[in-house]
């Protein structure tokens, strides 16, 4: 069995070293990536779409609105997104999966477009543009600086806007998979982990990924203070083959919300 390991120091840190090391590492990783997603063979993405769009159903979120997805990879929940009828920005902190993603979906309609850098780099860079909705699809817990990320994506969404985010169920992922052994290390608190990146009955992908375990609380803390406070936090009962409870979907509004 693998064991987790906890990372240097220098890459626990909050910083641009932090985000570098992950933009490196989903580079390395995109190729297996896009191999797994070309051949249909991750039902469990085709599962966290449908919760999403379950999302975007509930707020409301009317066709034709501006949506932000957040760590969108490859790009093809943005492209789903846009074929609905959404008008959709993606970015992601990997210049090689924005690269295929701008390649895989460029005849979209003109509704989507990809773009390279963190949520923070984008608010920076496009503070004036304002979303119906963000959509964070198993991002978060890759976030370093989870606290920046929330003010940036405060920054970006409408008055009544929502941030719809999919993550590993802290209470149940790690402690379910064979391949890790945590029993030395306290999940009741955050960790920097570095875990590998597999998809059930695949290979593990080429570089390990630094996994920033969360309990739910400490997202509902960092969203407080960014003024874009939880709305609801659920587990659903199923999510893809052997993942029974593993994710979690939590749900953020602006506390000016009309």
């Not at 070293?17 to 191999?35: G, L, P, V, Y």
């Not at 034709?64 to 992601?92: F, N, P, R, T």
């Not at 290390?185 to 375990?213: C, G, M, S, Y």
């Amino acid at each position: 069995m693998h064991k987790i390991s906890a990372i240097p120091s220098i890459l626990s840190s909050r910083s641009a070293a932090s985000d570098s090391e992950i933009a490196r590492r989903w580079d390395a990783n995109s190729a297996a990536r896009s191999t797994e997603l070309l051949d249909n063979g991750d039902p469990s993405y085709r599962a966290l779409k449908n919760l999403v769009f379950e999302s975007l159903a509930d707020h409301e979120v009317p066709v034709g609105s501006k949506i932000l997805d957040v760590g969108s990879g490859l790009g093809y929940l943005a492209a789903e997104m846009a074929a609905s009828g959404y008008q959709v920005d993606g970015i992601d902190p990997s210049a090689e999966s924005v690269a295929k993603a701008t390649q895989l979906h460029d005849a979209s309609g003109g509704n989507v477009a990809f773009f390279q850098g963190t949520l923070q780099d984008f608010a920076v860079a496009h503070g004036d543009r304002k979303y119906a909705a963000l959509v964070a699809n198993m991002t978060l817990h890759c976030a370093a600086d989870l606290q920046g990320f929330m003010f940036a994506a405060a920054k970006m969404l409408q008055p009544n806007g929502v941030l719809i985010a999919t993550i590993p169920n802290p209470g149940t992922y790690l402690q379910s998979r064979a391949d890790v052994d945590v029993s030395g290390i306290d999940l009741r608190v955050e960790q920097t982990l570095e875990i590998e990146f597999r998809i059930r009955n695949h290979a593990p992908h080429p570089e390990k990924v630094l996994f920033f375990h969360r309990p739910i609380r400490i997202y509902s803390v960092a969203a407080d203070n960014a003024g874009l406070p939880l709305l609801e936090s659920r587990v659903p009962e199923h999510v893809g083959p052997g993942r029974s409870r593993d994710v979690a979907v939590l749900e953020f509004a602006p506390s000016q919300r009309s």
